[in-house]
């Protein structure tokens, strides 16, 4: 098993960047293909980004490409989303996800993830 914590979220202007990170428990995070996930008020959760095992493969939603980069140090079990040019409309509860895998994909639908964290909120002003 694995434990996620997430830390980074808080309140920035629009046009702004922020740097989340999730921490991963455990010997054996470079087994685990992860994920960001995203949840406003009234709204399902949504994919974000997906980064494979090694790192090799990245994958972004449409609305976040070319503003948001996911990546991982597995010698430090961490995974990163850095988010630069922040939008209001990316105010959310982000959240970290992880799946245990065997091979070099990365997984983009919820269910698909095994393991979460808490959670960190991330607001962007107008």
């Known amino acids: 098993q694995v434990q996620l914590v997430e830390s980074g979220g808080g309140l920035v202007q629009a046009g702004g960047s922020l740097r989340l990170s999730c921490a991963a428990s455990g010997r054996t995070f470079s087994s685990y293909a992860m994920g960001w996930f995203r949840q406003a008020p009234g709204k399902e959760r949504e994919f974000v980004a997906a980064?494979?095992?090694?790192?090799?493969?990245?994958y972004y939603r449409d609305s976040v490409k070319g503003r948001f980069t996911i990546s991982r140090d597995n010698d430090k079990n961490t995974v990163v989303l850095q988010m630069n040019s922040l939008k209001p409309e990316d105010t959310a509860v982000y959240y970290c996800?992880?799946?245990?895998?065997?091979?070099?994909?990365?997984?983009?639908?919820?269910?698909?993830?095994?393991?979460w964290g808490q959670g960190t909120q991330v607001t962007v002003s107008s």
């Open positions: 996800a992880a799946r245990r895998v065997y091979g070099t994909s990365y997984y983009t639908r919820a269910y698909d993830y095994d393991y």
């Open positions: 980064i494979s095992r090694s790192g090799g493969s990245t």
